[in-house]
């Protein structure tokens, strides 16, 4: 069962839409007891780095998420905001973040971007991805959607599974042992983000 953490942030039907669709079993998350029935999970987030901490310790599921991840290794992807929840610490907030994937968030330079819009970074980007089953069967430089304004820093550079341009390199997509994370939107990226949540599934 694929678990949909809903924790108040995220487009948590969207998921559920697309695992349905690929007639595999999912349900939304709302508390510790239904993480217990899940074999693989997904950590949404939009909006700040410290409202995402905020919101996922009061819903009382963040010490049971920790204890099926780091001791049970139930497989978690974590998407924009999620990803970032994966790292030590944020340049947008003040609290610590789950320390998952050592690293720290950082927000773009607008000096360095080329593009009018400058911030955040929205619309369709390339990826260019790493050996990592989460791309599996994926073409070299597959497009994603993204929307953000900070991104992550791995501590440990074997840890960036894939990265893309916007005002020089960053990673989208990172991960360490069953510990993924996409700063991208698979959900809203059509056909190869639907590939990349089925890789999931299947790991």
Request: proline share 6%; glycine share 10%; with cysteine.
């Given at each position: 069962?694929?678990?949909?953490?809903?924790?108040?942030?995220?487009?948590?039907?969207?998921?559920?839409?697309?695992?349905?669709?690929?007639?595999?079993?999912?349900?939304?998350?709302?508390?510790?007891?239904?993480?217990?029935?899940?074999?693989?999970?997904?950590?949404?987030?939009?909006?700040?780095?410290?409202?995402?901490?905020?919101?996922?310790?009061?819903?009382?599921?963040?010490?049971?998420?920790?204890?099926?991840?780091?001791?049970?290794?139930?497989?978690?992807?974590?998407?924009?905001?999620?990803?970032?929840?994966?790292?030590?610490?944020?340049?947008?907030?003040?609290?610590?973040?789950?320390?998952?994937?050592?690293?720290?968030?950082?927000?773009?330079?607008?000096?360095?971007?080329?593009?009018?819009?400058?911030?955040?970074?929205?619309?369709?980007?390339?990826?260019?991805?790493?050996?990592?089953?989460?791309?599996?069967?994926?073409?070299?430089?597959?497009?994603?959607?993204?929307?953000?304004?900070?991104?992550?820093?791995?501590?440990?550079?074997?840890?960036?599974?894939?990265?893309?341009?916007?005002?020089?390199?960053?990673?989208?997509?990172?991960?360490?042992?069953?510990?993924?994370?996409?700063?991208?939107?698979?959900?809203?990226?059509?056909?190869?983000?639907?590939?990349?949540?089925k890789n999931f599934a299947e790991l």
């Amino acid at each position: 069962m694929i678990g949909i953490i809903d924790y108040g942030l995220g487009n948590i039907n969207a998921f559920c839409n697309v695992y349905r669709h690929l007639n595999l079993p999912v349900t939304a998350v709302h508390t510790a007891d239904e993480l217990e029935g899940c074999d693989h999970l997904i950590l949404p987030g939009v909006g700040a780095f410290d409202n995402a901490i905020e919101k996922l310790n009061a819903s009382g599921m963040r010490p049971t998420i920790t204890r099926r991840v780091i001791e049970e290794k139930v497989p978690i992807l974590g998407i924009c905001v999620g990803m970032q929840m994966l790292a030590n610490s944020s340049e947008e907030g003040q609290l610590p973040g789950l320390g998952w994937v050592p690293g720290t968030v950082k927000r773009f330079d607008p000096a360095r971007i080329a593009e009018r819009t400058k911030l955040p970074h929205m619309g369709w980007n390339n990826v260019r991805i790493g050996n990592s089953p989460l791309f599996r069967n994926l073409e070299q430089d597959s497009r994603f959607y993204f929307i953000h304004s900070y991104y992550f820093v791995p501590d440990d550079p074997s840890h960036c599974l894939a990265h893309s341009e916007y005002g020089g390199a960053f990673a989208s997509a990172v991960g360490r042992d069953k510990i993924f994370g996409v700063q991208f939107h698979p959900e809203k990226s059509h056909a190869p983000g639907i590939a990349l949540l089925k890789n999931f599934a299947e790991l």
